[in-house]
């Protein structure tokens, strides 16, 4: 079962992008302002992340379903992706709250 997290990760990503598309709320609105908040934020979460493992809170375990390739110590890739992720739906949740005002 190895990389089916991050192909979950991957679909749940391209479903957001089309519910993007299909009622424009961020990237389909300003994609330049959308991108660089969720640079912005995943390069903070990654940044926490690295606090928490320095300081023992977190720590990545052992799982089958993760393909093995660590950004930083203890930080798996497949961390900027669903990081990536909760950017994204945190923005179109924003965006779809500030529509229905």
Do not use: Q
Not at 18 to 41: E, G, M, Q
Not at 68 to 97: C, K, N, Q, Y
């Amino acid at each position: 079962m190895t990389g089916l997290y991050l192909g979950l990760l991957c679909v749940s990503l391209v479903g957001t992008v089309l519910l993007d598309y299909r009622n424009k709320l961020a990237l389909f609105d300003d994609p330049r302002r959308t991108v660089v908040v969720i640079v912005v934020s995943v390069i903070f979460f990654v940044g926490w992340d690295m606090a928490g493992v320095a300081n023992g809170v977190f720590f990545k375990g052992d799982s089958d379903l993760l393909i093995g390739w660590d950004i930083a110590t203890e930080i798996p890739m497949e961390e900027v992706l669903f990081l990536t992720l909760l950017s994204h739906t945190a923005i179109l949740a924003w965006r779809f709250l500030e529509r229905r005002r």
